[in-house]
């Protein structure tokens, strides 16, 4: 009876969920029009929108570009920071050495939308206005996506119908929210990283790996997700290897790894080498070619981020950066102390990389250690066939001391479930490494939107709210989103700068 009821309540959650999701745009929708009623922007100068720099012959029967009227300036004035960027590549194309910053995914969706679904919009509001309603379309409903496949990830990681929820209605309502609402890649990297991480602990491995291309055709962080594929692989070929003794199958594993995470990061290395063939082919001089194009690895992106952007090791470091930092603390602060909480509870699986694992844990339905759906479904039968008669065998007594054995060793064992189960380790090592390149490398201020997206941020969140030891946290959580909200809009907004 519990059983039949779980899926419903499951689906009852999620269409809650879903409602969560809708309400946090709508506010992030009236309080950005609330807070353009009340002041003027920082900077005005988006609106404008010079021709491109490879201009086209334009047909004379073609539909305007720009259409004077009040919803067509209003959403045009709505533009800010880099959204400027976006709708400008989709517009013409990567013109410039530093719109190759801007990956290419939103810019294709942006334009998907503008010439099919909202193309009979055109002559009434302007070609510009069309794509930046394509835009908050765009990342609007990759926002709602993105929280589903996070709570339906969050079940099967913390096998908690109740925590999975509060972690999603948490990252709803998120402090770095505005930006989801914004066209900007948050919400897609969001959608495709969180929606690749479902499909992996699905055991859809392969649609797991064109959603973790995806996302790394949102943004260059992306390839990080390769470390999910990495990790799978790492225990699945240690079973087969040294504890199954199948050479054969662990040689299968790795090359299937070593090609999956491949597949993973083409998609941005094929984008560099785009930009490499613009930029740098067909200069014979060396005073024509730019810096990085003469390196040994031409790397555009990183020349970007260095050049334009400042961007480097210790390189933000700087006593005038304070006010940056401190903007950053909440984030990077919730992101260690979810970090060394899981450490604390669970050292043995820094120590060992996941290895000492309880094999209830590694058997569990997350499949990121079992090699289960790995191996042929009639040697999955013959062995458990085979243990079942074994057991079948064993006289009633010595069953009923393995039981009451097996029964204390779950006992003594680490918590199998929720935040601390060994299943939420490499989702805590990724977020350890994305915590130490905002803080290291990035502009610090950027933490705030740039570990958004770390489903463990949400779940210690969640352990933390229902927590009676820690009820004082949940209210300062909350606290801190909803500054962050009120802050975000206000600031984002009108131009100035926020994160």
Not at 315 to 330: C, D, E, G, I
Not at 331 to 340: D, G, K, P, R, Y
Not at 461 to 475: E, M, R, T
């Amino acid at each position: 009876m519990a059983k039949a009821m779980e899926p419903s309540s499951k689906s009852r959650k999620e269409s809650i969920l879903i409602k969560y999701a809708v309400v946090s745009r709508l506010l992030v929708l009236f309080l950005t029009i609330l807070w353009r009623s009340f002041l003027q922007p920082y900077d005005t100068s988006a609106a404008l929108n010079p021709p491109c720099l490879h201009h086209r012959d334009v047909p004379e029967d073609s539909p305007p570009l720009l259409v004077a009227n009040p919803l067509s300036k209003t959403l045009e004035n709505s533009v800010v920071w880099d959204s400027v960027y976006f709708l400008r590549i989709t517009e013409c194309g990567y013109e410039y050495e530093q719109t190759y910053a801007f990956l290419p995914l939103l810019p294709f969706f942006i334009s998907l939308l503008s010439r099919t679904v909202f193309a009979p919009l055109v002559p009434l509001i302007g070609l510009r206005a069309v794509m930046v309603l394509s835009g908050y379309v765009v990342t609007n409903l990759a926002f709602v996506l993105a929280a589903i496949y996070l709570f339906r990830a969050s079940v099967i990681i913390l096998k908690d119908t109740e925590a999975s929820f509060r972690a999603s209605v948490i990252f709803c309502f998120n402090p770095a929210t505005i930006f989801y609402s914004s066209i900007y890649s948050e919400s897609l990297y969001a959608l495709f990283s969180i929606g690749g991480v479902y499909h992996l602990l699905s055991g859809a491995s392969n649609v797991a790996v064109l959603w973790f291309a995806l996302s790394g055709c949102a943004r260059s962080n992306g390839i990080l997700n390769a470390g999910y594929i990495c990790f799978q692989t790492m225990h699945r070929a240690y079973e087969a290897f040294y504890l199954k003794r199948r050479v054969c199958v662990s040689v299968q594993v790795l090359v299937t790894g070593f090609i999956r995470c491949v597949c993973i990061c083409l998609p941005f290395v094929a984008f560099q080498a785009y930009g490499y063939y613009n930029i740098c082919h067909g200069h014979k001089l060396d005073d024509e070619l730019r810096p990085w194009c003469k390196a040994k690895v031409p790397l555009l992106y990183n020349f970007i981020q260095s050049h334009y952007w400042g961007v480097g090791f210790l390189r933000y470091f700087q006593f005038k950066q304070l006010p940056n930092f401190l903007l950053a603390s909440p984030i990077l602060s919730l992101a260690v102390c979810s970090i060394v909480s899981y450490m604390k509870t669970r050292p043995e699986l820094f120590t060992s990389l996941g290895f000492q694992a309880t094999e209830k844990e590694k058997s569990s339905s997350a499949r990121l250690y079992s090699l289960k759906d790995v191996l042929e479904p009639d040697v999955i039968t013959s062995s458990n066939e085979g243990s079942r008669d074994i057991r079948q065998r064993k006289p009633s007594r010595k069953k009923d001391v393995t039981v009451t054995n097996n029964a204390a060793e779950k006992s003594n064992s680490p918590e199998a479930s929720g935040y601390f189960s060994a299943d939420v380790f490499p989702f805590v090592v990724h977020l350890g490494l994305m915590a130490a390149t905002a803080f290291f490398i990035m502009h610090v201020q950027v933490a705030t939107r740039f570990l958004s997206a770390s489903p463990p941020l949400y779940w210690f969140a969640s352990h933390l709210i229902s927590s009676p030891k820690h009820s004082k946290w949940g209210y300062l959580m909350w606290s801190y989103c909803a500054a962050y909200i009120l802050l975000g809009s206000l600031l984002f907004s009108n131009f100035y700068p926020f994160t």
